[in-house]
């Protein structure tokens, strides 16, 4: 089937190359790393030292259609920190979309999210390693402006697999303002259905094959005020951990998201508000808390500021959806809030070119529940926060301070509750301060120097980081990065990295050299633990 | 087996010219879904900027365009449009942030990550540059001085 699929794609493209009325594309995406040992960090390399991860994707778009494929090769194995099971090479996702008038059907794998992704979000992060595409159906019925209807069904994407359990949806999207024809008002309602279809052998009667959850939402938009509010709820189900299944009492589970704003030119304004209380949805049940984010169903953001600087990603915070007896906790409520703004140029705070600010507030709690162990079951208050998970405070300053140079300043205090979010540790208070400074020279040249430092009692304690770049033209660049811990009462160590960049269009190669400090590494608010480890990483990326 | 085919596909490539530009669904700031393509019909040149909140050289790619903006449009009416990769996590940040920086662009979110797979880039900033239907112009990152580089392709007749 897959090898049909193979030559029709590349007959068909050939075929069609002169007629210039299909279109053909792709591209290529390459991470290849040499491990090395190091002591200062007990780093021992694996014995495969070389590894590479590849991805190849070859589209065609013709008329109505379009299809394509994306061939993933790991060897010999993936990089450290990935999914084990993704070793080798192998066909890894294929498609088919017919398109016409209101309709869009799409058979093999495809990626689709229901309202904020809390109860469905199928996608590919290749960071993160996760890729949790469904292959199966789906159809999209648009009515012009009103709404829009979307039914699939299908099984998960595993590794190179498939998962055994069925998974399949219907969504619709609704715009009430449309249909009510109201003008000064932008009213949209949605709703969305999703069930897993799992077999499970279980001495519990009330534990069914047939797993539902539920989304409801609306989003309002009038002027500049909007608010977005979404409920979800999952049906009771059997929880799991470390590869066991606990059935003998089942949870059911939900989420709370109120989201409000209010933007003008010159000032925006955004608070979000969540609770969540099990929501966490894995395609098979003894999924649940792997390493790997595998088999996710949803998509649970921590919603916190995501930093763009060095020491200000030591300590994130990941959201806590689920339920843990053995660690007493449940869930998460709290929220965030930002802040930006501009002060005009040649006003007062402004100065010559004007100053553009921005702040932003988040705090995150689990739970307060009480645990009854006998019975295996807990209570938990709906609005009374239980114990302080994470604080982040902080601002952002950008000042351009003349033709050719830019600053920021920043400042970020965090606490992090180590015992509860990495299962040991204190509470750990910090305090990071970073000053950024880029010039642009003449001929596209350009440089860039930030320093921060962090100040903390707690855990390693202080550190300090150094990173100087230099763009040779506007295609080549070097840099070297540093981050020196060296507050730490038992091992001081320094996280160099030297590296350069080539960009040419739409292609880019990066090399680079250094120690890489262990942590957990999260993009797009999804983390996986990277272990600390040392050698030489070059990547490439391009699209044709 | 496989591989040669695979090596057949890639070939084609070479004699195909990609220059048609890639369809998918994005979404603008009231929440309504729209065809790319019916924002990208012109025959002024279009930047399209893909971009995300939590990405500061598309941050600094885009502030540093806005203070140049007024005069590129006097001079060649160039429209940019900036589309955000932003998902759930940090989506409700676009709408305040573009409007706390003051940039006159227009403004659409990728929700889908639809045309981020049709242009086929790993990471933002992905700048394309549009004139007369077809792409003349790509280049992924952002160094100071890149902003040049786009002025003379939007303003070359």
Known sequence: ?544 | MKKILLLITLLSVIYVSAQEIPSGTIMDMKGNKVAFKDIIKSDKPIIVDFWATWCAPCINELDTISELYPDWQDETGVKLIAISLDDERTARRIKPLVNGKAWDYEIYRDFNLDLKRAFNFSAPPFLVIIKNGKIVYTHSGFTPGNEDKIYEIISKK
Not at chain 1, 490 to 506: E, P
């Open chain 1, 1 to 544: 089937m897959k090898k049909i699929f193979f030559i029709l794609l590349a007959t068909f493209s050939l075929f069609q190359a002169q007629a210039q009325k299909g279109r053909f594309y792709g591209g290529y995406e390459g991470y290849l790393q040499l491990y090395q040992n190091d002591t200062p960090t007990s780093f021992v390399a694996p014995s495969d030292k070389f590894r590479t991860m590849n991805y190849i994707t070859a589209n065609y778009a013709y008329s109505h259609f379009k299809a394509g494929l994306q061939y993933e090769a790991f060897l010999p194995s993936p990089l450290l920190g990935y999914n084990p099971d993704l070793k080798g090479n192998k066909l890894a996702t294929y498609y088919i979309d017919f398109k016409k008038n209101n309709l869009d059907i799409t058979a093999g794998y495809f990626y689709d999210q229901f309202g904020s992704g809390l109860i469905f979000r199928a996608w590919e992060d290749r960071q993160i390693g996760i890729n949790n595409a469904i292959r199966g159906i789906r159809a999209k019925y648009t009515i012009s402006s009103v709404g829009q209807l979307t039914a699939f069904t299908g099984n998960q994407r595993l590794g190179f697999e498939l998962s055994k359990s069925t998974l399949s949806g219907v969504n619709a999207d609704v715009s009430l303002s449309d249909i009510l024809d109201m003008h000064d008002v932008n009213i949209k309602t949605g709703f969305s259905y999703i069930n897993r279809y799992q077999e499970t052998a279980s001495a519990n009667p009330d534990l069914k094959p047939y797993t539902g959850s539920y989304s409801s939402r609306i989003d309002v938009d009038a002027g500049n005020f909007y608010g977005n509010f979404e409920y979800d709820y999952k049906e009771s189900d059997a929880r799991a951990t470390n590869n066991v299944l606990l059935d003998q009492v089942l949870f059911d589970g939900n989420a709370w998201l109120l989201n409000l704003g209010y933007a003008k030119k010159g000032i925006g304004f955004n608070a979000t508000f969540r609770r969540l209380e099990n929501i966490q949805m894995y395609s098979e049940r003894l999924l649940e808390g792997n390493l790997y984010n595998s088999g996710i169903v949803n998509f649970v953001p921590g919603l916190t500021k995501q930093h763009d600087f060095n020491l200000a990603n030591i300590y994130v915070y990941q959201a806590q959806p689920s339920i843990s007896f053995g660690e007493e906790k449940v869930g998460e409520i709290g929220g965030q809030m930002d802040i930006f703004f501009r002060f005009k140029r040649k006003s007062a705070l402004g100065g010559k070119y004007g100053t553009k600010v921005a702040v932003n507030f988040s705090r995150w709690h689990g739970l307060n529940a009480t645990f009854d162990y006998d019975r295996k079951i807990y209570r938990a208050d709906f609005i009374k926060p239980g114990k302080l998970y994470f604080q982040d405070i902080n601002f952002e300053v950008r000042k351009k301070i003349s033709r050719s140079s830019k600053m920021i300043f920043s400042y970020i205090n965090l606490i992090y509750n180590k015992l509860k979010l990495e299962g040991e540790g204190d509470m750990v208070h910090a305090g990071i301060g970073v000053v950024d400074f880029e010039h642009k020279f003449s001929g596209g040249n350009s440089g860039h120097i930030q320093l921060e430092h962090m100040n903390t009692k707690q855990d390693k304690g202080n550190w300090v980081s150094g990173l100087v770049e230099y763009n040779f033209s506007p295609e080549f660049g070097a840099y070297i990065n540093n981050m020196y811990n060296y507050g730490n009462k038992d091992k001081k160590i320094l996280y160099f990295n030297v590296g350069m960049n080539y960009v040419h269009n739409a292609t880019r190669l990066a090399l680079s050299y250094g120690r890489q400090r262990g942590g957990l590494l999260c993009v797009g608010g999804v983390c996986r633990y990277v272990p600390s480890s040392k050698g030489v990483t070059f990547t490439i990326s391009t699209s044709f």
